[in-house]
């Protein structure tokens, strides 16, 4: 096996760790804003001003849970690996 083949072995054996840790993966605020897009009938861009992503995320995976009434199903459609995206582009526009 190769040295490379090693690596993308190392590689893959640390990906659950850097999902767990929510750090490592931040979300991509330019693909957030086409996703974002289906909230933004009811939330302005600085909805969550003066929240960091990581805090949003955790509010969007509450609201999946249904820890809270949201009467939008668009929390619940977003592809979960969506959720970080949207999370830094609204945390993004909140910063402006
Ligand atoms: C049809 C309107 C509507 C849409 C679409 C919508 N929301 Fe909401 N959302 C609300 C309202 C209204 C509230 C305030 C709580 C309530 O009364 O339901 C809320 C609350 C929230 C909250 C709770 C935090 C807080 O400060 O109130 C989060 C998180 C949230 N929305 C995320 C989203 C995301 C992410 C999307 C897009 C995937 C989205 N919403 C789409 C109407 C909407």
């Known amino acids: 096996m190769s040295a490379r083949g090693s690596r993308w072995l190392a590689a893959l054996a640390a ?3 850097l999902v767990g840790s929510g750090v ?3 979300g991509d605020v330019e693909a957030g804003k086409a996703k974002a897009d289906a909230c ?5 861009n600085d909805y ?3 929240v960091d992503a990581e805090e949003i995320e955790a509010l969007i995976r509450a609201g999946r849970a249904g820890e809270f009434e949201h009467k939008a199903d668009e929390i619940r459609e977003l592809a979960e690996e969506d959720i970080a995206d949207v999370a830094a582009w609204f945390a993004h ?3 402006k």
Do not use: I, K, S, Y
Not at 40 to 44: K, N, Q, S
């Open 24 to 26: 490592a993966l931040a």
């Open 93 to 95: 526009e909140g910063a």
């Open 48 to 50: 969550f001003a003066g």
């Open 15 to 17: 990906m659950p760790l």
């Open 40 to 44: 933004l009938d009811c939330h302005e």
